[in-house]
């Protein structure tokens, strides 16, 4: 009988994957850019939203038992299925080389004997390490550097709590937050933006888990409360005096050794993530490759990238890329839930066989087309000030909602 994974195993991932650079830069962000006194609300109501999607669409892999890219296969069938799966292989490969090249910039400004394009390649050894090696076999390894980086954290939080201001300017008045830029759905969009990054994700860990909703839940609830954690750092580093550079806070907490593990173990537990899910990906698009050999490839291709420096004159597209999942998501998961796909994905059924009985080009064609819809909308909304909503929430209802409308059109038929 295969191994699944249970709920402890699940959380330490999913805290693992929150634990980033990226996450701490978007708090630093969002307390650069807004009022104090208003940033709260909207900074919890875009973790919790987030965290909501992040368990449906993680529940539909743990339920059919399928990676995250094939579980589009029943809504936009084969080739849409490999589609959204090269785009986010592209992506994937691309963001670890981001996030590679700015750990390696937080760690270069803690003054290491050590270059920054060594430095690239150390961290990508490390991930690929951890590919090949597989999170089975370093459960144990992986619970230990996640209770140390969380002790590290605290300790982190603890000191920078002192140095700022975050609390203290919660009751500005309206005057004093007049210069403030962010308005309350671009702090929403921003709190909300790197939970549901994961959506194309998620899928390639909930499939293996022994309970599905239990283990579902908490990884989302894991990764949310970690990414709250994570912005609130950003927050403190904001108010610190020291712009957006997680080196100086780091000093001024005075953690040089810690605040180095620091820097190194978030990276790796997250790209970690990210380059298993690459040969995911790889595998969804031809089922013969093997997803550890390609992630420890997707390894090295991004440290070699993350050296170029090449991804750096790239990131607007890469966000532009991510703004495909979210609509996409959205139709997985109202055809999975509310139309005719869900309700047939049991027993050994697989993804493929129930794509052949229940669904249809006509049916691809309408997802594709309720997706490219929300896509475009996202893509307008996007370049508007503070829109209701935010981008993303309005894609997603959008692409929603002409969805729905073909079930609406099924059932009419049926009656």
Not at 101 to 123: E, H, K, N, Y
Not at 311 to 321: A, G, K, R, T
Request: contains cysteine.
């Amino acid at each position: 009988m295969e191994k699944r994974t249970g709920l402890f195993t699940n959380a330490i991932i999913w805290f693992g994957v929150a634990v980033s650079v990226s996450e701490i830069e978007a708090g630093i962000e969002i307390g650069a850019e807004a009022a104090p006194g208003s940033l709260w609300l909207p900074l919890v109501l875009g973790h919790i939203v987030g965290g909501i999607f992040l368990f449906f669409v993680g529940l539909i892999g743990a339920r059919i038992r399928v990676n995250a890219m094939e579980t589009t296969a029943s809504v936009y069938g084969t080739y849409g299925s490999k589609f959204f799966a090269s785009l986010n292989l592209f992506q994937l490969v691309a963001w670890i080389a981001v996030l590679n090249a700015q750990g390696a910039s937080v760690l270069a400004g803690l003054d290491l004997p050590i270059s920054f394009p060594l430095t690239c390649v150390l961290l990508a050894v490390l991930i690929a390490l951890w590919v090949f090696v597989g999170l089975r076999r370093f459960a144990k390894v992986t619970t230990v550097v996640m209770a140390v980086l969380a002790v590290l954290l605290a300790a982190l939080t603890v000191k920078l709590f002192g140095t700022g201001s975050i609390f203290a300017g919660a009751s500005s008045s309206g005057a004093d937050s007049a210069g403030h830029t962010l308005g309350f759905w671009n702090i929403f969009e921003i709190s909300m933006a790197l939970p549901l990054s994961w959506l194309p994700v998620i899928s390639d860990y909930t499939k293996d888990v022994e309970k599905p909703v239990r283990a579902t839940a908490v990884s989302a609830i894991a990764y949310s409360l970690a990414s709250f954690w994570m912005y609130f750092i950003g927050l403190e580093i904001a108010s610190a005096g020291v712009g957006n550079d997680i080196a100086k806070a780091i000093l001024l907490a005075g953690l040089g050794i810690p605040g180095i593990i620091i820097v190194v173990l978030s990276t790796v537990t997250t790209n970690f993530l990210a380059a298993n899910s690459a040969g995911e990906s790889a595998k969804a698009i031809v089922r013969r490759l093997n997803p550890k050999i390609t992630g420890v490839v997707v390894s090295a291709i991004s440290a070699l990238l993350a050296i170029s420096g090449i991804m750096d004159h790239y990131i607007s597209f890469l966000y532009l890329i991510a703004s495909v999942f979210a609509p996409m998501a959205a139709v997985l998961l109202v055809s999975f839930y509310f139309g005719k796909t869900g309700a047939v994905h049991t027993g050994e059924e697989t993804a493929r066989e129930e794509t052949a009985r229940v669904s249809g080009k006509a049916f691809w064609i309408w997802n594709l087309f309720a997706w490219l819809v929300g896509f475009a909308v996202y893509q307008v909304a996007v370049h508007l000030d503070s829109v209701f909503l935010g981008p993303t929430l309005l894609s997603v209802i959008v692409s929603a909602v002409i969805s729905y409308i073909w079930i609406l059109k099924n059932k009419f038929k049926s009656t």
